[in-house]
């Protein structure tokens, strides 16, 4: 079988450079979303070594001809992680076709570059919001091969007992899907409601909401108030604040042993 590596390194030729589509390079560079660097270039923006470029599959190269969107170089962003606290009723969407407001609302006046949600919350849900422009960082932590905890403070209508905490964790198929927790507990308890700490390391669609749910209990609310070893804290809702050079290598999965 031919090696997929042009050449022989022993002998002094070059191994062959990767090439990558012209929207995913776009994206990388942090300058934009893939979808929004696939418009553009079909919106006839992007130029690579001065020709037009209509195809967001086109193959360049890292050190290829330079690429220019509207005229202007490309040149990768600096590198922006940020946390915000999520209010209720704010959609995780750079837009929304029903004119709902989204969480880009908080942050348009902000004067920060382009930013990626990494994850999702849910209409309805609150809390811990990481977005960012570094879409490796972000691969990371929701690749769920990485399994990183995320952490959620759950108001349930009702009394949940130990059967239904240890029906959390054994798991339900819901569909085709087979749901579960890492960890729940009671938090606290009232005369009709209940506060619960839920721990995944997954995150499937509604995952938390729908369990409960085929348990029998309705979520009140629903808040994230850790991923990793990174929390919450006191950061008010609607407001965000730049992660430090420590937090973001705390989450890098990249490196993480």
């Known amino acids: 079988m031919r090696s997929p590596i042009s050449g022989n390194t022993r002998t002094g030729q070059k191994t062959a450079v990767p090439r990558h589509g012209l929207a995913r390079v776009l994206s990388k560079a942090g300058v934009c979303s893939r979808s929004q660097a696939e418009q553009w270039i079909r919106e006839g923006r992007v130029s690579v070594a001065g020709r037009v470029v209509s195809d967001p599959h086109f193959p360049v190269r890292p050190d290829g001809p330079p690429i220019t969107v509207d005229g202007k170089r490309l040149a990768s962003a600096e590198k922006v992680h940020v946390m915000f606290n999520k209010p209720r009723g704010l959609v995780v969407s750079a837009s929304d076709e029903h004119g709902r407001d989204t969480v880009y609302t908080a942050l348009a006046a902000a004067g920060l570059?382009?930013?990626?949600?990494?994850?999702?919350?849910?209409?309805?849900?609150?809390?811990?919001?990481?977005?960012?422009?570094?879409?490796?960082?972000?691969?990371?932590?929701?690749?769920?091969?990485?399994?990183?905890?995320?952490?959620?403070?759950?108001?349930?209508?009702?009394?949940?007992?130990?059967?239904?905490?240890?029906?959390?964790?054994?798991?339900?198929?819901?569909?085709?899907?087979?749901?579960?927790?890492?960890?729940?507990?009671?938090?606290?308890?009232?005369?009709?409601?209940?506060?619960?700490?839920?721990?995944?390391?997954?995150?499937?669609?509604?995952?938390?909401?729908?369990?409960?749910?085929?348990?029998g209990f309705d979520v009140l609310r629903l808040i994230r108030v850790a991923i990793g070893s990174l929390p919450l804290g006191d950061l008010p809702k609607n407001q965000w604040r730049r992660l430090s050079a420590a937090e973001v290598a705390m989450l890098d999965r990249r490196h993480a042993k």
């Open 113 to 215: 570059p382009w930013l990626g949600p990494v994850g999702r919350l849910d209409k309805a849900s609150e809390g811990l919001l990481l977005l960012s422009n570094d879409t490796t960082w972000a691969a990371g932590i929701t690749d769920p091969a990485t399994h990183l905890d995320k952490t959620y403070h759950v108001q349930v209508a009702g009394q949940p007992d130990a059967v239904a905490l240890a029906a959390m964790h054994a798991g339900i198929a819901d569909g085709d899907e087979w749901l579960k927790v890492r960890c729940a507990s009671v938090l606290r308890q009232g005369e009709k409601n209940a506060w619960l700490e839920v721990v995944l390391d997954e995150g499937r669609n509604r995952h938390i909401r729908r369990l409960l749910a085929a348990l």
